[in-house]
């Protein structure tokens, strides 16, 4: 029970209540197996209540991996609706702005290209990040004036899939996105309207990619609980190994992962760069190699 639940989050539940399913999932198991471990559960980047989709839950050593996924890119579906901005900017939020102008479907394609690659965007009030200890969301939410500094993101590809029209001009536009890590969908929605001489804000968010995990490998609730239900959650989980699929593997012998287990450096491996060390089957370490020394980045407890 080392690797990641993949869950197709539904529309309204928090990531933290996610978690708290994939827990009770693991109860359920343990009662219906007569099993007493008891495996760490996470995370890994959350997803806003009102967005669907690729939601990785790491349990047991793959949680080790978990804030190496909150730096990978993500694809997003995302539909923008025109005409009103929120100060949460999505469906959940108060209209703040509006505005009469609607965009021609020729305006969106050509304003695109300016929203492709690095980018600077200042993300929303209403976000998880903390400013002088306190997250963004509670000073808006008590009515405070919130200033978020913008950061460099990188928007890898943008376009889009559907238009809803009137009359000729925009009421909507369904989007495309391949983002980096600390992209906020909402915060480039708003950046797109007003560059379009508009306001608009989020009305549908679905995630299609995390890293490597897509919808393919994504289960929905009640699988997850037919599976523990029945004793059989292994069925339904991604190796550990599956969170590094981007990684190469580096072969080692019994004595090696001895010594990467005991937080010792390897010496005379001819690769570079990260690695998973493997003993057989067994993964043992994270490794980083670093001219003739192989350290350990995080070790597994397998």
Same mark, same amino acid.
């Given at each position: ?40 559960? =996470?995370?890994?980047? #959350? ?6 989709? *690729?939601?990785?839950?790491? *349990? ?64 929303? &009030? ?19 004036? *919130? ?6 993101? #990188? ?23 391949? *983002? ?5 969908? $909402? ?18 968010? $679905?995630?299609?990619? &995390? ?6 490998? &994504? ?11 029945? =004793? ?28 990467? $287990? ?41």
């Amino acid at each position: 029970m080392h690797g990641w639940i993949i869950l197709d989050k539904p529309l309204g539940l928090g990531s933290t209540q996610a978690v708290s399913a994939v827990k009770r999932a693991l109860r359920t198991q343990r009662e219906v197996t007569g099993g007493t471990e008891k495996w760490k559960v =996470g995370h890994s980047g #959350t997803l806003d209540p009102l967005a669907t989709g *690729v939601l990785p839950i790491a *349990v047991g050593e793959a949680t080790k991996l978990a804030g190496r996924m909150l730096d990978s890119d993500k694809i997003y579906d995302f539909t923008v609706e025109f005409g009103i901005q929120t100060d949460t900017l999505d469906l959940e939020g108060k209209p703040v702005a509006q505005s009469d102008h609607r965009p021609t479907q020729a305006e969106v394609e050509a304003i695109l290209r300016h929203f492709t690659g690095p980018i600077e965007q200042a993300p929303p &009030a209403y976000s998880a990040i903390l400013i002088d200890g306190q997250r963004a969301y509670d000073l808006a939410r008590k009515g405070e004036e *919130v200033e978020m500094k913008t950061r460099a993101v #990188t928007i890898h590809s943008l376009a889009p899939t559907r238009f809803g029209t009137g009359g000729g001009l925009l009421s909507a536009v369904t989007l495309t996105a391949h *983002v980096s890590k600390g992209t906020y969908i $909402r915060s480039l929605a708003r950046d797109i309207a007003l560059a379009l001489g508009t306001v608009g804000h989020v009305t549908m968010l $679905r995630r299609l990619k &995390a890293g490597p995990f897509t919808l393919e490998s &994504a289960i929905s609730l009640d699988k997850l609980d037919e599976a523990a239900r029945g =004793g059989d959650l292994g069925g339904v989980m991604l190796p550990l190994t599956a969170g590094l699929d981007d990684i190469p593997a580096l072969l080692v012998t019994p004595d090696e992962a001895l010594a990467l $287990r005991q937080g010792k450096s390897l010496v005379g491996k001819p690769h570079t760069g990260l690695m998973l060390a493997m003993s057989g089957d067994t993964p043992v370490a994270l490794v980083q190699s670093s001219g003739p020394d192989i350290r350990v980045v995080r070790g597994f407890n397998l």
